[in-house]
């Protein structure tokens, strides 16, 4: 199982951090990955990290302003979002795999039930 938390309504240029905790068999040893859906969107990568921590990935839209992160001890993965704006607006979901599994939404076969960020202009 899957929990995001930590969305809200933010000035743009502002910043927040969302939190997942994990538990089952999602927690631990499985990569995690952060994703998001707009509305009138498809659902899109936004960053991924192995359970290790030493492998991470970003999409280039997010690449300077978005930092992933995990603590393997609280089963937490967090994605810290500085320098938000407008176009950050959406719903963004955890995922996890037993390993790595791309930007692609297909690789991922567990997922939470999402949090709203929403940035105001």
Known sequence: QLVESGGGLVQAGGSLRLSCAASGRTSRSYAKAWFRQAPGKEREFVAAIDWLGRDISYAESVKGRFTVSRDNARNTVSLQMNTLNPEDTAVYYCAAAE???????????????????????
């Open 99 to 121: 390993t790595y599994a791309g930007p692609e939404v297909t690789g991922w076969p567990y997922w939470g039930q999402g949090t709203q960020v929403t940035v105001s202009s």
